[in-house]
């Protein structure tokens, strides 16, 4: 249904400037270049360990600005809130929202809240939109990945998908995981006065497996990926093999994937290595003149392929 | 529940730039101006006389910024489709929102599509936010009116309200009648020239009357509607009067309200009948110096109170 309703959205709407891959897109406004971006929210549950559904809008707003190497100015919020939810917990929400906002240096300009009908609307979804801007000249993108490149990760992929996952309670699983939600600014930041930075993402649904299947695509190349290399938390790792997931195709909402030139793999990881969210960062993979494709090696010379996605493996975390 | 929600917001995300009466905000991008709105859509039934969620959405956003003065450049739009919504129906809605774009001359940058669990959603949910530009040093608003100041309207009111409460076939009434959904923007350009232009509005939801009391509350000022002035259908009339409605506080969604300077009534009524979408337009009333209230004058010298309204008299019409 997903593709369906993608093309047709493509098919009505397609002009020069929607581009469905980007995180956001650079517009014109005068003499002015300003980079937007929107994401619709309806994770549930709408409060999980680690955050909710407010502090993820906004993280996951301003980390689309983020990986286009860009510094989030302004946010607008439309809402739809059911009837008779209870406005303590939207009260927390909304707080918890305005915190995000704040500490992430961005304002809302303007909102808007639509109550629907008792029994629509699972409590409450968000759509933020997000302006930014970036330094004249940047630009980032998968036109810019080279066979050679260098692969990075800035922290331990799957924490959000498996917190949110546990936090529905269906499968009787306790655990102290947090969801990494959080802004990347301070991780992209980082990276982007290295001239051979060539594309940044924040992999969140599909993963990290969706975004190296994004590149192989879009590039015509190959993604090899390390097993032992990629960060996965013992708790991700353990939920992940009861239940038969997958940790490299959960959303994260506060991880970076970069694709670098291979010489400055090492001066990217340093950068990362500096920052508190980045101390588990790691070099995870190269980009191979290879057929299209994505190969996980193991650390015993095993390969396998990481297809892509056909659906969502836990729908409603983000 | 409207009222509660308003207030956490406002408590939670208050900024300086944040107006909540507002219909656009300005905001600066480096030595840029820019506009930004933000609405949400959740129209039932999503189809209508006269267009549908996906044009309303269109329309309804860049109305909001045409009233500021602005010219809407861009829109994000962020959807939110139940599981099992009819695919061609989508299509037919999708392809009227690109129609309603592309005539309004505004291009869609950034688009989200989240797909929610049947039963949750009313179908489908639109959030929408636009960009534009306005000339440099152009100020509208309610603290430009004044005591004397003339209220013109640009058509007949409550076509939108009736038109879709009778697409809902709950009453067993037929009309003819169409939503007045349109983009406003020919209309609010044509006065954008006159020097005594202080302030416009779309009445979506509240209508007419919510209008003249929200000046009303903003200025300290009294309004005087004359009630044989103000332009409405006859079968918008006869379905009010069957049903108990009052045109004055049903939605327009192609319908703009103006205060002008009374010496300049007249060239801002020339303006807009001049157009095609202003055969109808009207001066209905004047801004007085009188205690903040909002009174209707009828034909007869009879006068009655036009109150807030406290709750939508037609819910899920925008």
Not at 190 to 197: D, N
Request: some cysteine; charged content about 20%.
């Amino acid at each position: 249904m997903r593709e369906l309703i993608e093309q047709v959205f493509a098919h009505h709407l397609s002009n020069p400037l929607l581009d469905i891959q980007a995180d956001a897109v650079p517009v014109s406004v005068g003499a002015t270049e300003i980079m937007v971006t929107t994401d619709g929210f309806t994770v549930q549950p709408l409060e999980f360990p680690g955050g909710d559904i407010g502090s993820l809008a906004v993280h996951g707003t301003i980390n689309d600005l983020a990986v286009s190497g860009a510094t989030p100015l302004y946010l607008s919020l439309s809402t739809f809130i059911e009837e008779g939810m209870e406005i303590a917990q939207l009260e927390r929400i909304v707080s918890s929202l305005g915190r995000a906002a704040t500490s992430a240096g961005v304002q809302v300009v303007a909102g808007d809240t639509k109550v629907v009908r008792r029994g629509e609307g699972g409590g409450l979804y968000i759509a933020a939109t997000g302006v930014g801007i970036r330094a004249p000249g940047l630009s980032l993108g998968m036109q810019h990945i080279r066979a050679g490149d260098a692969m990075i990760v800035s922290g331990p992929v799957g924490d959000h998908g498996i917190a949110v996952m546990l936090a529905r309670e269906q499968f009787g699983l306790r655990s102290d995981l947090q969801s990494d939600a959080a802004s990347v600014l301070p991780l992209t930041r980082a990276l982007l006065p290295l001239s051979g930075l060539r594309f940044m993402r924040d992999p969140t649904r599909g993963g990290l497996a969706t975004v190296a299947n994004e590149i192989s695509r879009a590039t015509g190349l190959g993604v090899l990926l390390r097993d032992e290399q990629i960060p996965v938390r013992e708790a991700v790792r353990s939920v992940c093999e009861m239940l038969g997931y997958d940790p490299l195709y959960l959303a994260c909402e506060g991880r970076v994937v970069a694709v670098v030139a291979a010489d400055q793999a090492a001066a990217a990881l340093a950068a990362w290595r500096a920052l508190p969210q980045g101390e588990f960062a790691a070099i995870i993979g190269a980009v191979e003149k290879t057929q299209p494709q994505v190969i996980m090696e193991t650390a015993l010379g095993g390969k396998r392929f990481l297809e892509e996605l056909e659906d969502d493996p836990l729908p409603r975390i983000c």
